[in-house]
């Protein structure tokens, strides 16, 4: 597995780590940072047949995407107490009996 790496794309500097959770079993993770960016990421899992062009090439394609993803107007819903209040049931009658005849 390769170890971790650091790469520029356009003006943005990469920094490639591969980490592993403290819990037992637990899989390694790629975890990414972004100059400018104060966040860190952890897209996918590491695998042994990883390369530094083929984790760049998926973690910029990520970045990318994540971007496209966050321009976008945020999508506004009904609080879920609120949903289904517009809808009234109609309570149905009961079948009225017809007379009996002799």
């Known amino acids: 597995m390769i170890k971790a790496f650091d790469f520029k794309d356009g003006d943005l500097t990469y920094t490639c780590t591969v980490e592993k959770r403290r819990t037992p079993g637990a899989e390694p993770w790629w975890w990414f940072g972004v100059s400018g960016d104060g966040h860190r990421y952890a ?45 009234i049931a109609t309570p149905v009658a009961a079948p009225v009996a017809a007379p009996a005849t002799e």
């Open 43 to 87: 897209p996918f899992q590491a695998a042994t047949t990883d390369t530094q062009d083929s984790v760049r090439h998926r973690i910029v394609t990520y970045y990318k995407e994540h971007l496209v993803r966050k321009a976008m107007p945020a999508v506004t819903r009904q609080h879920w107490a609120s949903r289904g209040k517009g809808v």
